[in-house]
Each structure stands twice: as structure tokens, then as C-alpha cells.
């Protein structure tokens, strides 16, 4: 909103500031909705989500009447100004706020509505769940309880029925599984922006157990109907293989007898027929070797299953029978074999060996390939290993007949001509005897090559097969060495996991030790990410190896990954839970503070951990605790007294004792001040070290007096006033001296013992103190009485003409020193002698006086003891004496003397003879030599303000003092024109008005011009300040680079080069100076303001004498004494510290005996002259001075006549 704007309508800034006050609290409860999320399917965090939903809601709506109040001033002010600038201004406003209300409200809403649905979506999920783990457990126990049987069929039967049966039951388990899943996918799909890794995690656990399970069920399905088939087959087979066996027995038998003939080797044809028949019978022999062996392995496990049974020892018999047919018939074939090759020729030989040769590799080669696929585990592929060295020293062992075989062939071929080759083969049919030789020489050759072929191709193939073991071996064992590792890692994490105590269980002390140990936990887990995928890394190696891992392997890869994302959820878990734990009752959360309050109230806690308090019942909130708001509304009853210095002593004295300070030495708050650090003095404080603070100060003190401090009351208290005394918009800052001051100047110590401290702090290593430091301390000493409404009677907020006090005190040295600082404040400086008043109220509590009081008749006096020096033996009461009652013949005027302690025997003496020697003064005597019990300063519009002017203006005290009289109000405005006369320049008067008319002309003449020639100065001033900014800002842009933000956007960004720093830096020191000229610009207007107040009421004064004259048919003081009678000032009596005593002029003027009427007129006349001279002068202070000359001399006409018509 333009300055100019508010600077017209004054309102504005008001309104301008509770909307944006609103707004941004508004803005940021917006974005804390959209950030908050939580776990998808946790229904405890949810609820917890809720409640605070729901109480974000009634925050809400507890601010609602702060909008109405809003919008009904923005209103009345619309209907103020006619303005058309500032109403549309108005009106967009309340319009944005309304909109952003209503989409917070409606954010807020949804949100909850969504929590809701979500709790109900998540309790479906984990019913559905526990339903499908249900399902999964029973399906792994049925599994489990599977055990090695007979190997029987019928046991075979009972275990295909019982597979089936669990098959079936998987399929109606199956809707169990179905149901969680698509409640899964709709908490997933729905619920996305929140947190649903425990959704997903558990889903694909379940599924992946589900999916192993329906596979081995599957699997051993299968197997045990192979099983049951092959048993089921076994008589059959058996019979059928014992009829051959018997049937090759015979054909054995037959070929045996044929090769015994004589004259064998002469028919080469009976021995090439024999020769064909014996390689029939082998190739039975080795067809039926898979069978034979199948047989033998199948009857030894139905033997072991029949053990003991008839059945097995026939069984037996059966089996006994078939082996040694078996080896019978092997050991005919090889008999038959031997006779026919020393039978043949030697070719043929050849020709035989080489085939035997032919067929042999083809077994090896089958053999090698049936050893194929490699295993999946480590110990299958070390078996598949020996297997096949075994099966290469046997090559090894062949490899020397093979060679020997080819070598011993190619030497035939060699050496044999064609000549005798012709007579060795000869073929059925007669051929040509060179087509005859190379028949030969081609089938050996050929048979040669190809057994060479087929032995370098199996050796390759056995190469090939071993390097692939070699390499499964080293994968494999790399993946067993990785999963071992892994699993030990997991196991220590759990154990560690598995010690953990529940969060709730824990100790508010040991929360953050906890969480550290957690935090330490989880920087361990971390690397194990790593490791978890080096394992599924290497086993997607040997899947991509065509090593189909083992179902032993898969589960523990599967149990390895799972365990790893429930220890990683585990962990985050409970350092969330630890962090919301810590958060809301560790140290740093203020929760043992909670139990300062009572229901209805409960303490909350601002983003900038400032404390608020929320009243339940009415649905409101403030900032000020429940007790402190009672003990605001006590001290109103303390308004009666009529000296501020008395009054704010005794609000004060309530306050310490409320907070329990008056318990405090300054040695515990030094000690608390030394063990918190608290050294720098320029830096701020938060809340929590003030708390900490605090709470080490009062566990001292309950340690010292247990029954009487409430620590978590009294910290809470406290902080509320501190807050209350130095930081009234609640910034959730004060600064360290700030906060010394306010501790020290209400603990319990000597008076000159706190003002060395104070002095101390403000004082350089040298122990030297300059005007800007002490005008620190000033300043936060004034605080104490302005926020009990009382600055006004101190000097005001303006602590400069005080510090100037002091150095004028100490002969206008650069820097003083403790001693000058001591006894300057022992002359009780108005800006400070409400503290030296606190210490005589607390000293005069306990005090009992042998007197009677004249006016109530209290007796003995209890407190202070007022004697009067102008009677004999005539005492007030500070009850009396404080509300102003007075007894007949005695005047509050009449000088008196204060006593805090019980008089001695020569005080008593030395105030007889004051007594006795006041009887023979006048009134004229004591209105010439007047004493006051302070050391008064000048504070109206005196000198330059210091740097805190603007800040001390704009803070705001609570519970404003309004109980001073209309004519207290008159005289404050005397008081203020006559130090304003004063301050100023007494040259001689050379023009002077000669009325009143002239003089009220005069005065607004001079006063306006000189404030509009101000205002309009720093108008200037700032008008010069925004061209310098624009300048600067085109100067920016010119450059390249990006454009400088307006000053009321500026945000202490990182600047991109030196000269953004640099540009940034100007604009921001430019942007403070304008504020610090607008603050100034507020406060001159407001004392224009007040000036022209005081001029209107002078005029009054001026116009109708005679009718303000007479109050109550007693005598008006007159202007010389209004500056002690005022309720501004202090008190004028001279107090008596310990026995010590002094006497002072009373409130009024002292009244000397009856005179002369004419000798009173006389002298009105005198000063109703002096009030005009002839002659002339041009400056304010002269027009000032002849108002104040003209308003004694009047109060003094007043006086005779009230006299004269007394006397008669």
C-alpha cells in the first residue's frame, strides 16, 4: 500500500497490518497442509494426522473472528474516506483474504475428508492382509510338513492326493491374495502423494511368496506323478527285461557255439555273419543298459521302503536273478567278441576296432551331454565338476589305445600293397581286384578319419564343458561369499533392531541419545544397499550365463532383499517416530511446560516456538498465559495510587513475587547467566535458550525452597514476561542484555550490587562505559515500567536527554567509569528511580511502626510510615497516604518525611526539631526552595534521538494507566510547555505579544510552520532517496542483470557477483534509512498532534480562569508546583533508607499562615505585569515563557480570591 496513501488515511496502516498479519499466517498454514504427509497403511500415524487436522481446523476457526473484525474495518473505513484509491484498495483486499480463507478452509477440509478415506481404505488393506499372510502361513506349514516316505504307491498316492488337495486349497486362497492386492492398487493409485512404501514393500512380499509357493506345489505335483508312474510300471518293466534277458541269453548261448566251430576262419563269410550277429546282440545289450540301471535304482528304493516284508525278500530273489543274468550275458558278448577277431583278418580287425572306437565316442559324447545344464548352487555345480575330472581321466586313459589305434592304421595302409589288399577283401559279388583294394583302403581310411573327427570334437566338447563349470564355480561361490556376507550384516542390524524399546517406553532425557543411535544405525545400513545389489547383480550374471539358479538360492536372494526393505522402513520409522517424539516432548519442545496450564487452556507453540494459549471453551487464543492474565487485572487495583513511582514499584513488586525472582541472588542468576554462555551481549536470544535459561535458574531455586516454586509455572511466566517487556510482536527474539536486565533488575540483591552488574555489561574490557552503551542499558531498563503503562511518568520512552544526564553529571567525559555510573544513579534518575522505589516497597513490607495512623487509625503501621514535619506527632499510613486522604487541619502539601523501617529514638529528635523549625516558615519560603525525590530530566523533543527511537515509539506496553484526573491532565500540559520553553533559547525578548490571543497566534504560527518545514524536509528527503533507487535500479538493469526486487520485496538473497552485493547492500541500507524517516515523520506528527491538543486546552485556560479556580472549595496548586503535583511526576519526598532521613516538600505547595489579602493582590499585580514587557522578541522560547508567566500569575489571582472568601 503506498505510503502516501497511508500517510492520508492513518488508519490504514493499521488495517494495512492485521491483513498482513492474517494473510501470511494464512499462507503458511497452507503450505504445512500441503507438506504433511504420511504413511500410507499406518493407521496410527493417520489418526495422528487427524487429530492435528482437526486441531489446525479449530485454529481456524478460533482466527474467524479476527477476519470478521477485519472485514468490519475494512468496511468503516470505506465508509471514512472518500478516498477512491484507498476504498478500492480496501476492497481488493478483503476480497483476496476472503478467497484465500475459503481455499484454506477448503484444503483443510478436503484434506481431512481425505484422511478419512484413507483410514478407511487402510484398515480394509491390512484386514485383507492379515487374511492373505494368514492364507501364506498355512500354505508354508503344509509345505514344511512334507517328509521323505515310503516309496510305495500306495504312499506315492497319498502324497499326489495330499498335493492335489493343497492345490486346490491355493486356487480358493487365491481370492485372499487378489483382494489385498487390489486394495493395494487402490491405496496407490489413490493415495500417491503420501508415503505408500509400506503398501508397495508388503505387496510384492506377499506376492512373491505367494508365487514360490504355488510353484513348488507344482513342481512336486509333477514329480510325484512321475513317480507314481514309474512305480506303477516297475512289475511290467521288470518282466519285460528279465523275458529278454532271456531271450539274449539264448541268442548268446547260439552265437557262443557258432564261433567253436572248426574251420571257423575259413568261411569269412559264416564270420562276417557271425560278426553282424554279435553286433546285433550288443547293440540289445547296450539299448538295454539304461533300462537295466533305471530297474536296479527304482527296486533298491522300493527294497528300503519294504524293509522287513515278505515282499521285499522276493523282490529281492527277482533282483538277485536279473544282475546275474546280466552280468552272464555281458561277459558271453565280450567271450564271442574275442573269438571272432582272432577269427578275421587283419584288416577286419582293424576295420572292427575302429568302429568299436566310433561307437564308444558316441557314448562319451551323449554322456557329456547329459551332464549338461550347470547346476544352480554352488555344491550341485562342485558335484557336476568331480563328475566330469572323472570323466576326463578316462578320456585320458582311452587316449592312447585311440591313438595307437589310428597310428596302427595308417601303418596298414601304409605298408599293405593293392595286391594284398585284393586278396583280403573279398566281396560277395566278384568286382575288378584294384576296385576291390580300394574298397578297403577307402572304409579304413574313412573309419579312421572319422574316429580322429569324433575324438578332437569330444575333447573340445569336454574343454568347452569345463571352462563353463570353472567359470559357474567362480560366479557361484562369489554369490555364496556375497550372500554369507550380507546375511551376517542383516542378522547384526537386527539384533540391534530387535533391542529396540518401544518409543513410548523411552525416556523424555534419552530421546536424543536414542535417535543418535538410530541415526548411527542407519549410516551403517547404508553401504549395505550396495552389497544388496552386488548380489542381484550377480545373479542377473548367471541367469544372463544361461545358470538357472537353484530354488534354494531364489528364496535366499528373496529372504535377503525382503529383510533388507523391512530393516531399511524399520529404521526410517523410528527415526520418524524418534524425531516426532523429540519434537514433541524432548528438551527442545517445551512439553514440560504443557502442565503450567489447566484445563480448559492448553499451551501451544508457534512456528518460531513463541508460546500461545488456547482456551478451549471460548475458542480463543492469546498470548499471554492464564496467570499472567489474572495477574495483569490484579494490578489494576494498585491504580489508585495516585505516584507513579509508588505505583510501578508496587505492580513491579507483585510481578517479582509472581515469578518468584524475589527467591533469586544474584549470584544463582550469575552462575545460571555463566553455565548458558550468555557472554555476548549483542546477540539474541530464542526461546529455547531462554528457556534453558530459565530452567536452570528456577530448579536452583526449588532445590532451595521446594514448597514455593512451581518450575514449569514459573519458567513459563517469565517467559511470558520477557516476551511482554522486550518483544511485543513476538519474534521469538530478545537480546541477551535485554534479557539480563530484566532478571537482575528484579532478583533479589543490594541496590548498588545490580547496578555494578548492569554497569559491567555495558561496559568495555577497561571497565569504561561510552553514551551508546549506556543508552543500550537505558533503554532496556525502560521497558520494564513502559510495559505496565508507566514510561510517561519516567521521562518517556526517549532515553537520550538521560544518558546526557549522566555524562553532564560526569563533566561531559567521552566515556565514565563505575564510580560516576553509581553515583549518578544514587541521585535516582527519573528514568530509573522506580527501581531504588521497588527496593524500599519490598524492604517496607515487613516493617511495623509503633505509630497510629491520624486519618484510618491503623495501629501499629504497617509498611511505609509518613510523619509530617509541619504537626507534632501526625502520621499517614501508605494506604492514606498513596490515595491521597487527608485529615482535618493537614494538607498533602504540608512537607513530610517516609520511613521504611522502624524509626530510631534519634530520628524521632532530629524531626521534632524540623517540626518545630518548619512552624516559623512561610508558604513564600518553601515555594522558593522546593525538593524533589528524583533527579529530574528534560525529555520533550530535546536533541536527536538515538538509533532506538523508531523501535522504543512503535512498541506497545499493555494495560495502560488511565485513571489521571482532568486537572492532573491540565498540569502534565503545563509541565510539558514549560520544559519545552525551557529547552529552547532565551534570547531578549525584543517582540512580544501583549495577550493571550496573540500569544495562542504566535504559538500555532511558529509551531506549524516549523513541524510542515520538517515534514516537508523529509519528504524531500525521501522523494531524493527513491530517485537514488531508481538510479541505481536502471544502473542494474543497464548492466544485464537481473532487476532489483522493490524495497518492500527485498529478500536477503546471495548475490551473483561483488556488484550485486554491493548493489543489494545500498538498496537495503537506502530501504532502512526510509523506514527509520517514515518512523520519524509518525512521531513528529504525533507530537504536532499533542501540541495542538495542549494549545486548545491553554486557551481554555486562558479564556475561563476563574471557572477551573475552584475544585471543591480547595486551593489549586499553582504552575510553579504543577510540576511536582502532575501524576507523571515522582513523588517529592525525600525517602529514608534503612534509618537514615530527609525531608522534602510535599505534593503541594506548603501554605504558609494567613496574610494579608492586599499583599496577595500586590503581588498578582507585579506578575500580571512582568507577563507583558515593552519589550520585544522573535523567538518561540519567549512566547512560551510569557504563556507560563501568564498562567502562574492567573493560578495566583485564583489563590488570593479562594483566600480571601476562606477568611471570611
Known amino acids: 500500500m503506498p505510503s502516501s496513501l497511508m500517510l492520508e488515511v492513518p488508519a490504514l496502516a493499521d488495517f494495512n497490518r492485521a491483513w498482513t498479519e492474517l494473510t501470511e499466517w494464512l499462507s503458511l498454514l497452507d503450505r504445512v497442509i500441503k507438506s504433511q504427509r504420511v504413511m500410507v497403511g499406518d493407521l496410527e500415524d493417520i489418526n495422528e494426522m487427524i487429530i492435528k487436522q482437526k486441531a489446525t481446523l479449530q485454529d481456524l476457526e478460533q482466527r474467524r473472528p479476527q477476519l470478521e473484525e477485519l472485514i468490519t474495518a475494512a468496511q468503516n473505513l470505506k465508509n471514512k474516506t472518500s478516498n477512491q484509491e484507498a476504498r478500492t484498495i480496501i476492497t481488493d483486499r478483503i476480497e483476496r483474504i476472503q478467497n484465500q480463507w475459503d481455499e484454506v478452509q477448503e484444503h483443510l477440509q478436503n484434506r481431512r475428508q481425505q484422511l478419512n478415506e484413507m483410514l478407511k481404505d487402510s484398515t480394509q488393506w491390512l484386514e485383507a492382509k492379515e487374511e492373505a499372510e494368514q492364507v501364506l502361513g498355512q500354505a508354508r506349514a503344509k509345505l514344511e510338513s512334507w517328509k521323505e516316505g515310503p516309496y510305495t504307491i500306495d504312499a506315492i498316492q497319498k502324497k499326489i492326493t495330499e498335493t492335489k ?154 533282483l538277485d536273478n536279473m544282475n546275474f543274468k546280466w552280468s552272464e550275458l555281458r561277459k558271453k558278448s565280450l567271450n564271442i567278441r574275442s573269438h571272432l577277431e582272432a577269427s578275421s583278418d587283419r584288416w577286419k580287425r582293424l576295420h572292427l576296432s575302429l568302429q568299436e572306437l566310433l561307437v564308444w565316442l558316441q557314448l562319451k559324447d551323449d554322456e557329456l551331454s547329459r551332464q549338461a545344464p550347470i547346476g544352480g548352487d554352488f555344491p550341485a555345480v562342485q558335484k557336476q565338476n568331480d563328475v566330469h575330472r572323472a570323466f576326463k581321466r578316462e578320456l585320458k586313459t582311452k587316449e592312447p589305445v585311440i591313438m595307437s589305434t589310428l597310428e596302427t592304421v595308417r601303418i596298414f595302409l601304409t605298408e599293405q600293397p593293392l595286391e594284398g589288399l585284393e586278396k583280403l577283401y573279398q566281396e560277395p559279388r566278384e568286382l575288378p581286384p584294384e576296385e576291390r583294394a580300394q574298397n578297403v583302403t577307402r572304409l579304413l581310411r574313412k573309419q579312421a578319419e572319422e574316429v580322429n573327427t569324433e575324438w578332437e570334437k569330444l575333447n573340445l566338447h569336454s574343454a568347452d564343458w569345463q571352462r563353463k563349470i570353472d567359470e559357474a564355480l567362480e560366479r557361484l561361490q562369489e554369490l555364496q561369499e556375497a550372500t554369507d556376507e550380507l546375511d551376517l550384516k542383516l542378522r547384526q542390524a537386527e539384533v540391534i533392531k530387535g533391542s529396540w524399546q518401544p518409543v513410548g517406553d523411552l525416556l523424555i532425557d534419552s530421546l536424543q541419545d536414542h535417535l543418535e543411535k538410530v541415526k548411527a544405525l542407519r549410516g551403517e545400513v547404508a553401504p549395505l544397499r550396495d552389497s544388496v545389489g552386488h548380489v542381484n547383480d550377480l545373479a542377473r550374471q548367471l541367469t544372463t550365463l544361461g545358470i538357472q539358479l537353484s530354488p534354494y538360492n531364489l528364496s535366499t536372494l528373496e529372504d535377503l532383499n525382503t529383510r533388507w526393505k523391512l530393516l531399511q522402513v524399520a529404521v526410517e520409522d523410528r527415526v520418524r517416530q524418534l524425531h516426532e517424539a523429540h519434537r514433541d516432548f524432548g528438551p527442545s519442545s517445551q512439553h514440560f511446560l504443557s502442565t503450567s496450564v489447566q484445563g480448559p487452556w492448553e499451551r501451544a507453540i508457534s512456528p518460531n516456538k513463541v508460546p500461545y494459549y488456547i482456551n478451549h471453551e471460548t475458542q480463543t487464543t492469546c498470548w499471554d498465559h492464564p496467570k499472567m492474565t489474572e495477574l495483569y487485572q490484579s494490578l489494576a487495583d494498585l491504580n489508585n495510587v495516585r505516584f507513579s513511582a509508588y505505583r510501578t514499584a508496587m505492580k513491579l513488586r507483585r510481578l517479582q513475587k509472581a515469578l518468584c525472582l524475589d527467591l533469586l541472588s544474584l549470584s544463582a542468576a550469575c552462575d545460571a547467566l555463566d553455565q548458558h554462555n550468555l557472554k555476548q551481549n549483542d546477540q539474541p536470544m530464542d526461546i529455547l535458550q531462554i528457556i534453558n535459561c530459565l530452567t536452570t535458574i528456577y530448579d536452583r531455586l526449588e532445590q532451595e525452597h521446594n514448597n514455593l516454586v512451581n518450575v514449569p509455572l514459573c519458567v513459563d511466566m517469565c517467559l511470558n514476561w520477557l516476551l511482554n517487556v522486550y518483544d511485543t510482536g513476538r519474534t521469538g527474539r530478545i537480546r541477551v542484555l535485554s534479557f539480563k536486565t530484566g532478571i537482575i533488575s528484579l532478583c533479589k540483591a543490594h541496590l548498588e550490587d545490580k547496578y555494578r552488574y548492569l554497569f559491567k555489561q555495558v561496559a568495555s574490557s577497561t571497565g569504561f562505559c561510552d553514551q551508546r552503551r549506556l543508552g543500550l542499558l537505558l533503554h532496556d531498563s525502560i521497558q520494564i515500567p513502559r510495559q505496565l503503562g508507566e514510561v510517561a511518568s519516567f521521562g518517556g520512552s526517549n532515553i537520550e536527554p538521560s544518558v546526557r544526564s549522566c555524562f553532564q553529571f560526569a563533566n561531559n567525559k567521552p566515556e565514565i567509569e563505575a564510580a560516576l555510573f553509581l553515583d549518578w544513579m544514587r541521585l535516582e534518575p527519573q528514568s530509573m528511580v522506580w527501581l531504588p522505589v521497588l527496593h524500599r516497597v519490598a524492604a517496607a513490607e515487613t516493617a511495623k511502626h509503633q505509630a497510629k495512623c491520624n486519618i484510618c487509625k491503623e495501629c501499629p503501621i504497617i509498611g511505609f510510615r509518613y510523619r509530617s514535619l509541619k504537626h507534632f506527632n501526625y502520621d499517614i499510613c501508605q494506604s492514606c ?125 511558529e509551531e506549524r510552520g516549523e513541524l510542515e518545514r520538517i515534514l516537508a524536509d523529509l519528504e524531500e528527503e525521501n522523494r531524493n532517496l527513491q530517485a537514488e533507487y531508481d538510479r541505481l535500479k536502471q544502473q542494474h538493469e543497464h548492466k544485464g542483470l537481473s532487476p532489483l526486487p522493490s524495497p518492500p520485496e527485498m529478500m536477503p538473497t546471495s548475490p551473483q557477483s561483488p556488484r550485486d552485493a554491493e548493489l543489494i547492500a545500498e538498496a537495503k541500507l537506502l530501504r532502512q534509512h526510509k523506514g527509520r524517516l517514515e518512523a520519524r515523520m509518525q512521531i513528529l506528527e504525533d507530537h504536532n498532534k499533542q501540541l495542538e491538543s495542549q494549545l486548545h486546552r491553554l486557551r481554555q485556560l486562558l479564556e475561563q480562569p476563574q471557572a477551573e479556580a475552584k475544585v471543591n472549595g480547595t486551593t489549586v496548586s499553582s504552575p510553579s508546583t504543577s510540576l511536582q503535583r502532575s501524576d507523571s511526576s515522582q513523588p517529592m519526598l525525600l525517602r529514608v533508607v534503612g534509618s537514615q532521613t530527609s525531608e522534602s516538600m510535599g505534593e503541594e505547595d506548603l501554605l504558609s499562615p494567613p496574610q494579608d489579602s492586599s499583599t496577595g493582590l500586590e503581588e498578582v499585580m507585579e506578575q500580571l505585569n512582568n507577563s507583558f514587557p515593552s519589550s520585544r522578541g522573535h523567538n518561540v522560547g519567549s512566547l512560551f515563557h510569557m504563556a507560563d508567566d501568564l498562567g502562574r500569575a492567573m493560578e495566583s489571582l485564583v489563590s488570593v480570591m479562594t483566600d480571601e472568601e476562606g477568611a471570611e
Not at 513342481?219 to 527285461?241: C, I, N, V, Y
Open 165 to 318: 488337495q493343497l492345490a486346490k486349497d491355493l486356487h480358493q486362497w487365491q481370492i485372499n491374495v487378489d483382494v489385498a492386492n487390489d486394495l493395494a492398487l487402490k491405496l496407490l493409485r489413490d493415495y500417491s502423494a503420501d508415503d505408500t512404501r509400506k503398501v508397495h514393500m508388503i505387496t510384492e512380499n506377499i506376492n512373491a511368496s505367494w508365487g514360490s509357493i504355488q510353484k513348488r506345489v507344482s513342481e512336486r505335483e509333477a514329480a510325484l506323478e512321475e513317480t507314481h508312474r514309474l512305480l506303477q510300471q516297475f512289475p511290467l518293466d521288470l518282466e519285460k527285461f528279465l523275458a529278454w534277458l532271456t531271450e539274449a541269453e539264448t541268442t548268446a548261448n547260439v552265437l557262443q557255439d557258432a564261433t567253436h566251430k572248426e574251420r571257423l576262419l575259413e568261411d569269412s563269410k559264416g564270420v562276417k555273419e557271425l560278426m553282424k550277429q554279435w553286433q546285433d546282440l550288443q547293440g540289445e545289450i547296450e539299448a538295454h543298459t539304461d533300462i537295466y540301471h533305471n530297474l536296479d535304482e527304482n527296486s533298491q528304493r522300493i527294497l528300503r521302503s519294504l524293509e522287513g516284508s515278505d515282499d521285499a525278500v522276493l523282490l529281492q530273489r527277482r
Open 881 to 1005: 497516604f498513596f490515595s491521597g486522604r487527608v485529615a482535618k487541619g493537614h494538607k498533602m502539601h504540608y512537607p513530610m518525611v517516609e520511613y521504611c523501617t522502624p524509626t530510631t529514638s534519634g530520628e524521632d529528635v532530629r524531626d521534632f526539631a524540623k517540626v518545630l523549625k518548619n512552624k516559623f516558615r512561610t508558604k513564600r519560603y518553601f515555594a522558593k526552595h522546593p525538593r524533589m525525590g528524583y533527579l529530574p530530566v528534560q525529555t520533550v523533543l530535546e536533541g536527536d534521538n538515538m538509533e532506538t527511537l523508531a523501535e522504543m515509539e512503535n512498541s506497545n506496553g499493555s494495560y495502560l494507566n488511565d485513571s489521571i484526573s482532568p486537572n492532573e491532565s491540565i498540569d502534565d500540559e503545563h509541565l510539558l510547555i514549560q520544559h519545552y520553553c525551557q529547552s529552547l533559547n532565551q534570547d531578549s525578548p525584543l517582540s512580544q505579544p501583549r495577550s493571550p490571543a496573540q500569544i495562542l497566534i504566535s504559538l500555532e504560527s
